[in-house]
């Protein structure tokens, strides 16, 4: 069953960072290169925001002079260059085990089962996903169905055609949650309540005064040391304070705040700064073993598909001077 | 071979399989059952599986949507040794037995065990005096095999825990276990010998209550005949006990909150960490989980009977839980929490093992203040209740020796065996190789087998606790929907009707039924 396969490069994730690495080592002449991804198209998040028309435009294409354009349309344009190379790219494709010095990894899938594979150097671009309510530290309560995290979210409106809410609370005030409340919006929920920890959203105005053209969500800075979800079945609204100031509703999305998918650094035993799941990187992206990479939103932080996708290529160009020195 | 029992479903809506829906007492037989157990929570499932190994016609009802769904769910999953339970009491008795039994239970019901230990850890001279009474006592209910330790000894077991440390104590058998596996493994044996279980089925009435046959009534106005009666409905037995004159008792919920750390953390703390405990609480422990994650807790807060947020979680016990806990190891701190959740514990003001045969009316029998330790008690407080049936309410018990009492090798749940890492299983099924809960790594395969299992589960719920899909680091983020998709595409319920819990908690609201905007406005952006 175990048959062993070498490649110069593997990368794992194929959203616009693992995808930028991917055009960039094959533009540098690197030869057998490896994509790895779980899901079953390449693209990542951008992806999963589909081309609809009277759709909400959320990406933002800074390198074309800042036209806006759905997520969808970002990832083919990646996939368009993607195939002009020789890259291999496995989907449906999940890393299950590492040995980390001997670059060494399992994936399964359903077309081949478990294969074994090595590299020459590993580039880590797993992306990241959004706190859950207890990791915020703020959200408690009850734990009804409804409460949805923005890529659920994605998967309902855009993937299934379904409306999850008609009367939204939203947690988080980043731009996924100024996004998220234009997209419900289009769908056919009414304004969103935008609730956060803080005085002022954390999206910024410019970004807010872009999505006010679709929705015109109402903000709420909450000044207490948690919230609580109430609902026994379905989420039924958010209760403030003991007092009862309480915040109706028929759906929680829980927005933004990303946390590095850093599972499989974990797993090969790099090193992780916890709690914040950052990997440990050094200059040039290298993690805590030498010939591991880490790249993209995988890195921490909170960054546009673009600027993840040059990261990427930033990060090749430092895989090949890696690739290129003496052993 | 037997004739597998009945399943079926009281769900008045759409969004399950119509063979699977009750609607009419002639789906489950015009004889009347010889017992009827009412409850299916961790004992009624115990008891299912005890009676089935006997020529009886039983029936196991619950108002929820799957077994084990109320109090059973949410425990700290340890099988206690009973050291410290109550000297000479009923449950004491039932628990320190009922120990010994697990290890080889657990391997024929096929449910993960995993005998940890567990250490008791004193941090002030105050608790260090209290050591020697801790060890006397459970010298008293029999558990002898435990070791008082010096600090030192302590700390070459657990290297990570406090520098406080001053002494301990080991108690090598206490166990970690799966609780979910526990009730269903119990159920599914009893399904598989003749069993008939109802879900979704809240009796409202009792006819007949004095006479031999007995009606139960249900929600939906179906009417049940039973012989026996055993209420073992745990948050709902004082309720059920008024409709048959049963002596009064009061429920007197306990809700405990847990927090769960993420797997990275259990590579540092491999025992079961006790506080020493203080007249009136336990205190906070670290358990390390069967699944690899550590928790912190329980908290213990009374709550009036009724109360409808007995399961929600607050910030100030869930704060307080992560202090204490750190107390006995401090880089708790740092090890980020995925999730939060309260259970609770079924205490009776009235005693712990409340047990009444004959209560009200002949043949009907009440099961109350199976407070924290049904789990572990269960194998052997279901014998007890088997032989107070038959000894006092005449349950005729007559072996069955086409019962089976364990499940096939093939039960063990796949996150326990990997099913992927067998390349057998791959061939036979792609789908082993198709991993959709990411962080658990759990298969399209396992998913499956489950919703084609003879103890079906139709909710998402149900699925988690059978799969463990949704119960990783990100909660449901990645496999949630595609999780819904799965059960939607291989049942034929469509997407929106799929529920969390049984009907009411679909996963979409009922369009018809909005006010706001309705299907208008969707229409369009589409």
Redesign the interface.
Same mark, same amino acid.
């Given at each position: 069953?175990d048959s062993t396969n070498h490649f110069r490069v593997v990368i794992i994730g194929a959203g616009p960072a693992g995808i930028g690495a991917a055009i960039a080592l094959s533009k540098h002449g690197i030869k057998s290169i490896a994509l790895i991804e *779980?899901s079953d198209k390449i693209g990542g998040v951008p992806s999963l925001y589909k081309k609809?028309k /009277? /759709?909400v435009r959320t990406f933002i294409r800074w390198s074309r002079g800042g036209i806006p354009v759905f997520g969808e349309e970002y990832a083919n344009s990646l996939k368009r260059k993607l195939v002009k190379t020789d890259v291999k790219v496995w989907l449906?494709t999940?890393v299950?085990e590492i040995e980390t010095k001997e670059r060494k990894l399992s994936i399964?899938? $359903?077309?081949? /089962? !478990?294969i074994s594979l090595t590299a020459d150097a590993v580039i880590m671009a797993c992306g990241s @996903?959004?706190k859950?309510? #207890? &990791?915020r530290g703020?959200l408690?309560? +009850? @734990? $009804?169905? *409804?409460v949805?995290?923005t890529?659920?979210l994605l998967? %309902?409106i855009d993937?299934?055609? %379904?409306? $999850?809410? *008609?009367?939204p609370v939203i947690i988080g005030s980043d731009l996924i949650g100024y996004a998220a409340a234009a997209k419900l919006k289009?769908? /056919? +929920?009414?304004d969103a309540i935008i609730m956060d920890k803080c005085r002022r959203p954390k999206c910024s105005y410019v970004e807010r005064l872009y999505f006010r053209r679709w929705s015109q969500p109402n903000f709420r800075g909450v000044d207490v !040391? +948690?919230v609580?979800v109430v609902g #026994?079945?379905?989420a039924s609204g958010i209760r403030l304070s003991k007092d009862g100031d309480f915040i109706p509703c028929?759906?929680i999305v829980v927005c933004g705040e990303l946390v590095p998918n850093s &599972?499989l650094a974990?797993l090969g035993q790099l090193k992780v700064e916890?709690?914040s *799941?950052k990997p440990v990187v050094g200059r040039n992206y290298q993690m805590s073993e030498s010939g591991w990479f880490s790249a993209g939103n995988m890195l921490g932080g909170f960054r546009g598909a673009e600027w993840c996708y040059y990261n990427g290529r930033r990060v090749a160009r430092a895989v090949v001077n890696y690739l290129s020195q003496p052993l | 071979m037997n004739t597998p029992g009945k399943l079926l479903y009281y769900w008045p809506h759409e969004g399950l399989d119509d063979s699977l829906k009750f609607n009419d007492i002639s789906q489950l037989g015009e004889n009347p059952y010889d017992i009827a157990i009412i409850g299916a929570g961790i004992v009624g499932c115990s008891l299912a599986y005890k009676l089935s190994m006997y020529k009886l016609k039983i029936l196991l009802l619950d108002k929820n949507y799957d077994v084990g769904e109320a109090t059973s769910k949410g425990s700290s999953a340890i099988i206690h040794t009973g050291f410290d339970a109550p000297v000479d009491s009923l449950e004491s008795t039932l628990v320190t037995k009922a120990s010994r039994e697990w290890p080889e239970l657990a391997k024929k019901l096929k449910i993960p065990f995993e005998e940890c230990g567990a250490l008791l850890i004193a941090i002030n001279d105050e608790q260090k005096k209290q050591l020697k009474n801790v060890y006397d006592k459970a010298v008293k209910n029999g558990v002898t095999d435990i070791q008082l330790l010096g600090a030192k000894q302590v700390r070459e077991l657990e290297p990570q825990i406090t520098d406080d440390v001053l002494g301990g104590i080991l108690i090598p058998r206490e166990s970690i276990i799966d609780p979910f596996s526990a009730s269903i493994a119990y159920s599914e044996i009893a399904l598989s010998n003749g069993v008939d279980i109802l879900f979704g089925t809240e009796i409202i009435e009792i006819e007949n209550a004095n006479e031999n046959i007995k009606k139960l009534i249900t929600g939906s106005g179906i009417k049940i005949n039973a012989k026996i009666i055993v209420n073992v409905a745990g948050l709902g037995s004082e309720q059920l006990a008024k409709l048959y004159n049963g002596e009064p008792f009061d429920t007197n919920p306990r809700r405990g909150q847990f927090l769960i750390f993420d797997k990275n953390s259990r590579l540092n703390i491999n025992h079961i960490l006790l506080p020493v405990p203080t007249k009136e609480t336990k205190g906070i422990l670290v358990i390390p989980t069967i699944f690899g994650n550590l928790m912190a807790g329980p908290t213990a807060e009374d709550f009036l009977h009724g109360d409808n947020s007995i399961t929600d979680t607050t910030i100030e016990k869930l704060q307080s839980l992560l202090d204490e806990a750190s107390k006995l190891y401090p880089g708790l701190k740092k090890q980020p929490v995925i999730s939060t959740f309260a259970g609770v514990r079924c205490n009776c003001s009235q005693g712990s093992y409340w047990i009444r045969c004959h209560d009200g009316h002949p043949g009907i029998m009440t099961v109350a203040g199976i407070r924290s330790t049904g789990i572990t008690s269960s194998p052997i407080l279901s014998e007890y209740l088997v032989e107070e049936l038959s000894n006092k309410c005449g349950l005729n018990l007559e072996i069955n020796t086409n019962a089976t009492d364990s499940r096939p090798k093939s039960s063990w749940p796949g996150w326990w065996k990997r099913p992927f890492a067998n390349g057998e299983l791959f061939k036979k099924c792609p789908d082993y190789g198709m991993i959709v809960c990411y962080c658990e790594q759990i298969s399209r395969g396992e998913i499956i087998d489950h919703l084609d299992s003879q103890l079906k589960p139709v909710t998402l719920d149900a699925i988690k606790r059978r799969t463990r899909a949704q119960m990783g680091r990100c909660q449901g983020f990645d496999c949630q929907i595609n999780l819904a998709e799965i059960i939607s595409e291989h049942s034929g319920i469509p997407l929106n009707k799929i529920t969390k819990r049984g009907p009411g908690s679909e996963l979409i609201p009922d369009t018809k039924t909005m006010k706001n905007k309705g299907m208008d406005g969707l229409n369009k952006s589409f």
């Open positions: 069953m *779980r609809k /009277g /759709g449906q999940q299950i399964i899938n $359903p077309i081949e /089962g !478990k @996903r959004e859950t309510m #207890s &990791e703020w408690t309560g +009850a @734990r $009804p169905i *409804r949805f995290f890529k659920q998967q %309902l993937g299934n055609d %379904l409306l $999850p809410m *008609r009367n289009v769908a /056919g +929920a009414a !040391k +948690a609580e #026994s079945k379905t028929d759906g &599972e974990l916890l709690p *799941r | -």
